[in-house]
């Protein structure tokens, strides 16, 4: 059985609009099911764990605190330093301890050369983890 159409042309085009109401109902069953499958594929393995009075010894590493403020100064803890004896009191807190890390807190105006100067000379004295210090706040553009 032919369907008809009230135009008088006898060539029929194909139907070019996708159905999307079957997709959508699966989709949304898909969906139910998976809300519901969810919280049941979360279970964790009960165990009963022993107690223990120790209290754990939290181990904090040595820190250097560096700073260069604006007129490129540098300073070991609040000492002023001198850039050309800097490398030897990086030696000597290598020295005192070999897990050493250095925190390096520089101004916003401080020019690059003095930071990475500063860095050079901590690499050389064998310090090997160097954290910049920043202030948490929002990216100005």
């Known amino acids: 059985m032919a369907m008809g159409s009230f135009n008088s042309s006898s060539s029929q085009a194909p ?3 996708i159905n ?3 997709l ?3 989709m949304l069953v898909l969906l139910i099911i998976f809300i519901i499958a969810a919280p049941l594929m979360t279970h964790s393995v009960k ?3 022993p107690r223990a009075s120790s209290t754990p010894t ?3 590493p040595m820190t250097l605190q560096v700073s260069i ?3 490129n100064r540098v300073f ?3 000492v002023a330093a001198d850039p050309k004896v800097l490398e030897s009191a990086f030696r000597k807190a290598v020295a005192e301890n070999a897990s050493v890390e250095l925190h390096l807190r520089a101004d916003r105006a401080t020019r690059y050369e003095f930071v990475a100067e500063t860095m050079s000379a901590a690499r050389r004295a064998g310090l090997n983890k160097i954290g910049f210090v920043t202030q948490p706040g929002t ?3």
Do not use: I, N, R
């Open 15 to 17: 139907m070019s609009e």
């Open 20 to 22: 999307t109401t079957p």
């Open 47 to 49: 165990v009963d764990l």
């Open 58 to 60: 939290p181990e904090k």
């Open 69 to 71: 403020d604006a007129e």
């Open 139 to 141: 990216m100005q553009h």
């Open 76 to 78: 070991v803890g609040s």
């Open 24 to 26: 959508v109902d699966v």
